[in-house]
Nanobody, 125 residues
Framework: VQLQASGGGLVQAGGSLRLTCTGS????????MGWFRQAPGKEREFVAA????????SYADAVKGRFTISRNNGYSTVSLQMTSLKFEDAAVYYC???????????????????WGQGTLVTVSS
């Protein structure tokens, strides 16, 4: 599956932004989906993941309560609604697909098989 992430941009601290990732295949609903981010000079880190049915969700502690992941399998999209953005949220955000069909949501980037190109989120004062 090919993934296309969009929605990044410049936002003030405390503001909100919504990222969307669109998949290319009708089999999109077979993949667990995740969002990761990578800031300059740092390793890629897990942000959030969602199960195939959209019910099971997992969040990194750093974003819990501020970010919400959701998906629409009919449109082959997964979204990340980000609120109360902080300077430390600035990064390139990537969506990824896990084809393992496991019920467990994985936080390890190595477990994901397909990646989008990334979308840049910049947080200003």
């Amino acid at each position: 599956v090919q993934l296309q992430a969009s929605g990044g941009g410049l936002v003030q601290a405390g503001g909100s932004l919504r990222l969307t990732c669109t998949g290319s295949k009708r089999t999109f609903s077979l993949y667990n989906m995740g969002w990761f981010r990578q800031a300059p000079g740092k390793e890629r880190e897990f942000v959030a993941a969602i199960g195939r049915g959209g019910v099971t969700k997992s969040y990194a502690d750093a974003v819990k309560g501020r970010f919400t992941i959701s998906r629409n399998n009919g449109y082959s999209t997964v979204s990340l609604q980000m609120t109360s953005l902080k300077f430390e949220d600035a990064a390139v955000y990537y969506c990824a697909a896990d084809r393992s069909r496991t019920a467990a949501l994985v936080r390890d980037a190595d477990a994901y098989d397909f990646w989008g190109q990334g979308t840049l989120v910049t947080v200003s004062s």
